[in-house]
């Protein structure tokens, strides 16, 4: 047994926390850039929370509301000048994954200087402006780890930069401004989540702690997704979706994602996926195609899914994958690659992306997956 | 749903990690202090391969090997007046519970004048110096909380001092370390860690983290316990051990202990008891006596205990005290209080203590617990 384990983060969980962002903010200056997409944050009332908070406490609030899904590494820069000229003390990041990288891509352009590109090959970092973040959706985790998502627009890669210095200082996760999440929204936002935690269970790097929270975050979404999607008002559910989605995000920023992951940055960066929905007809055939190697794992989830325990371990593992498949089916997810228009002839390009610039996730998935391995998934997924 | 949780330190857990400490303490200076007792440190080789990595990373090691069980104000504030001498940069605590509370209270006195109680009763601190902590028993779990617990010798009160000042930057947990513990220690320090989890499970500031910490402490406890007093050179019952031993610390700097803790400490004071042996006799008298308000708790623990699925709630709550009977008696651990040498006559002293000086605990408890109750407790261990 051998792990690491790190999340210098303070989390603040529950329902009105939102409240309280200018009491955390006031601790890093007197400016605040509060970095947010064009709808969610107001729909959810989060950006007008956080101002009045943010006042109140005698913090300045700077608002810059131009995120877009998938950010680009130029549209992390435009925002980094921004809070330059306006001189953030402090960067919050308001909304679901885009949003909340966003944020933590601006922080940290802030103290780095020259192309963000040479940061992922391991340039030397500086510390970044101390980061915020405020979730509105409960998929993506990011601010539960170090992890910023950014697509480099010269080549199309969409990866995860990881930096010790985009850690959020804090983190405010209220509940209560999920209840207006659209069905959608919450479907496939659930699902990434889901994923995040199936992942990290399967990942070579799983450890003790990893391991804990994402059979929580499985059990929290078997018990409440369909519920949370059903009746998106009711703030238990929504409070328990938070905290999977939470515990699935400090999950892969240890252990990791795995090729399911790198399948799907493709499919967003090429075909514009929304990320939770682009997993959704990959991971069945990606789970089918590596059960050889993870038999037992599947199996061991079970008693989450509530599946028969006199069943072998394989007819176990295979229940665990229909649960997967049902789930992806009554929230109305995609089943089929073709729904974002992928064309068979688009597989090897697809399958060469993950390979040339994703092994880093395929090393953590069992199996030992190459280049035909990924095609034959995709091909099962169209 | 509603929580906090933080924890900025990090945790480097392995066989052999020990060899990496200089790696971890040259981030910090060129000068650390190891704070150690007498023996443990010598005995499990921990000094030795401390004092090798530091100097093969140029930092110089200063040895304070004067730590005694149940750390009193003075002694710490010998120990900060030598660290400052020797102008320490990082304080490295190395052993049990008392060396890991003094390393912690030696790097929070160098930063912080005057008297010590007066940091109890509230008053602001500065900052402390970078502090590195390495347990040689599986029991305190100090290296994963802010929790310093030390002895006014002008009250005699025995109390965890917390402050965010006092985290550990880093904590090496090497369970190599601990295959020398000697058996009477395995079982009394496992038996702390025990109680650590099921003490923040029980507590009315349980939350979602140390839930998930305290269960899965339990279960490793009840897996390897008796297997690593049995057979202590078994690395992985050892690493179980340390990890639950971890687990149930990161719990209680969160969730804090109960009334069984708060109970022990004058024993220890008073009577001189080592603090998990101090334990074992309270703990089923304590159990019973508080039932009524953590019968759902205490039966959602029967799994854990393998005990039959049939029972009713109450059956199965009375098993789990049973079992935390019956482990007491395979370990030889004390039974009854008179083991200490305490009398029916003393019996209001310790109560008056625990109502006059130990209030945080007892609020944390579920059954609202007055004078009474407490004696009746004590009785009760008798």
């Known amino acids: 047994m ?9 989390l603040v969980f529950g329902k009105a926390t939102i409240n309280q962002i200018g009491i955390y903010a006031k601790q890093y200056g007197t400016k605040a850039l509060v970095v947010t997409g064009k709808s969610s944050s107001k729909r959810s009332g989060a950006l007008e929370k956080i101002v009045w908070s ?11 509301d131009k995120v877009l899904p ?22 919050i990041g308001v909304g679901g994954g885009s949003a909340m990288d ?24 500086q510390n970044a402006v101390p980061i915020i973040l405020v979730p509105t959706t409960s998929g993506t985790g990011s601010e539960g780890n170090n992890i910023a ?14 930096n010790p210095s985009i850690y959020p200082k804090v983190s405010i996760i209220d509940p209560e401004l999920m209840t207006t999440m659209p069905k959608r929204i919450t479907a496939f936002t659930g699902m990434d989540a889901f994923f995040h935690a199936l992942e990290s269970y399967i990942s070579l790097r799983c450890q003790p702690f990893t391991e804990m929270y994402s059979l929580k975050a499985m059990s929290l979404i078997a018990e409440n997704l369909e519920d949370a999607y059903n009746n998106g008002d009711d703030i238990e559910k929504r409070s328990c979706m938070a905290l999977a989605s939470n515990l699935a995000g400090i999950s892969i920023g240890l252990s990791g994602v ?21 997993l959704c007809p990959i991971a069945v055939p990606f789970l089918k195609y590596i059960k050889p190697h993870i038999v037992k794992k599947l199996a061991s989830l079970s008693t989450i899914f509530k599946i028969n325990e006199n069943l072998s371990e394989d007819e176990k593992a295979e229940r665990v994958i229909e649960w997967i498949s049902n789930i992806i089916y009554k929230l109305n997810l995609p089943q089929r690659l073709e729904y974002f228009g992928v064309n068979k002839e688009d597989l090897r ?33 169209m």
């Open 102 to 125: 966003t944020a933590k891509g601006i922080a940290f352009k802030m103290k780095n200087e020259g192309d963000l590109a040479e940061y992922f090959e391991g340039k030397k970092a």
């Open 149 to 162: 998502v950014m697509t480099n627009p010269k080549t199309n890669v969409k990866k995860g930069f990881r």
């Open 54 to 64: 943010l006042e109140k406490e005698g913090v300045k609030p700077e608002i810059y």
């Open 70 to 91: 998938n950010p680009t590494f130029e549209e992390i820069e435009n925002g980094a000048r921004f809070a330059m000229e306006v001189s953030a003390d402090v960067i």
């Open 349 to 381: 390009i697809l399958t060469k992306h993950v390979v040339e610039f994703l092994t880093h996730n395929l090393s953590t998935t069992p199996g030992n997956l190459n280049y035909e391995d990924i095609y034959k998934i995709y091909e099962s997924a």
């Open 2 to 10: 051998e792990f690491q384990y790190f999340l210098p983060t303070k």
């Open 258 to 278: 795995s090729a399911l992951h790198a399948m799907e940055h493709p499919l967003s960066s090429f075909f514009g996926a929304n990320h939770g929905e682009g």
